[in-house]
T-cell receptor, first 115, second 118 residues
């Protein structure tokens, strides 16, 4: 157990639907990162939050949004889902502001299948 | 923008032998970190080894070591005495280090699938 909890582990939904992925960071970590892993694109950075505020944005579609709550858990909302959104979505956390020597700690991911 | 390239999509090695995975990166930054992550069939992302760009000494973690060539922008991973449990996807990753030590996001290569054969 890495300490980063992602729910659900698996999700199957239809095109056009909306889903929410949840992430609880490791205790003490203020930063949360979301990544999308698909077969053809590898691991793509989506968005970073630090202590409730958006810190950096990557290749995140307008149909996707995220937020980090006061208790530091984060949610990634995916709407108007398309077949191409099928992927493994990772959340990672880190102690921002300190030496990033240890990099991130990753959760076990949410496998999203859009049918 | 930074990019990370892993030129070997797949590799295989016999158990107990040594294998080297290649990684090159492109950046204009001088202060950064490099990482190797392992992703076994369980899909969990596991940190294998990390290197700070300002340290010339190559990092070592048990059977895993790196060959960091900053001028050449090369960061290869050597796995000695390969074990069946080393079978996994291996990702090379780059992270810019900001002033004050705050963290940027990880930029990953596309990965190398390593199979360790008995």
């Amino acid at each position: 157990d890495s300490g980063v909890t992602q729910t659900p582990k698996h999700l199957i939904t239809a095109t056009g639907q909306r889903v929410t992925l949840r992430c609880s960071p490791r205790s003490g970590d203020l930063s949360v990162y979301w990544y999308q892993q698909s077969l053809d694109q590898g691991l793509q950075f989506l968005i970073q939050y630090y202590n409730g505020e958006e810190r950096a944005k990557g290749n995140i579609l307008e149909r996707f949004s995220a937020q980090q709550f006061p208790d530091l858990h984060s949610e990634l909302n995916l709407s108007s889902l398309e077949l191409g959104d099928s992927a493994l979505y990772f959340c990672a956390s880190s102690v921002a502001g300190r030496d990033p020597w240890n990099g991130y700690t990753f959760g076990s991911g949410t496998r999203l299948t859009v049918v | 923008a930074q990019t990370v390239t892993q030129s070997q999509p797949e590799m295989s090695v016999q158990e107990a032998e040594t294998v080297t995975l290649s990684c090159t990166y492109d950046t204009s930054e001088n202060n950064y970190y490099l990482f190797w992550y392992k992703q076994p069939p369980s899909r969990q992302m596991i940190l294998v080894i990390r290197q700070e760009a300002y340290k010339q000494q190559n990092a070592t973690e048990n059977r895993f070591s790196v060959n960091f060539q900053k001028a050449a922008k090369s960061f290869s991973l050597k796995i000695s005495d390969s074990q069946l449990g080393d079978t996994a996807m291996y990702f090379c990753a780059f992270m810019k280090r900001y002033y004050g030590g705050s963290q940027g996001n990880l930029i990953f290569g596309k990965g190398t699938k390593l199979s360790v054969k008995p």
